[in-house]
Every structure is written in structure tokens, then in C-alpha cells.
């Protein structure tokens, strides 16, 4: 048990922080002029809330998330 463990736990590790590093690299992102001010245009109520209570880099998440499921369920039309 102790040798399989020993075996497993250097690529069980690598591989989480490769899953770590995809999940931080939107976080690291800065956010643009342009983008701040497509957000203060677009942001509805709960992420202004949430800028508020949490901060910029927050309410930039759930705008970005909320507008690319927006994305993803309504294509254009050609």
C-alpha cells in the first residue's frame, strides 16, 4: 500500500496543479478599460451588489460567466 502510494502521489499531484493553474489564469487576468466600462453598462442589479460587497475582480466573474452562458445558449442566427 505504502509503495502504490508512493507511486500515485507525484502524478496525482502534478495533475492538480495543472487543474489549479486553469482555474487561476481568469482570476490572474486583468480586467480592460473597455470591459470595465461594458460591465458598468451592462451589469445587472446582483453584480453591482456583488462590486460592492466583494469587490471589482468578483462582479467581473459573474459578468463574464453570465454573459458567456448568454453565449452559449442563444447563437446568432445566420
Known sequence: MVALSVILFPPLL???L???ERV???????ASPREVGE????ANADEVDTMT???L??????WRRRR????TT???LV
Do not use: K, Q
Open 39 to 42: 460591465f458598468l453598462d451592462t
Open 57 to 62: 475582480r468578483r462582479a467581473l466573474f459573474r
Open 53 to 55: 460587497h466583494s469587490g
Open 68 to 71: 458567456r452562458s448568454r453565449r
Open 18 to 20: 495543472l487543474v489549479m
Open 24 to 30: 487561476e489564469e481568469p482570476l490572474r487576468r486583468p
Open 74 to 76: 442563444n447563437p446568432p
Open 14 to 16: 502534478i495533475a492538480f
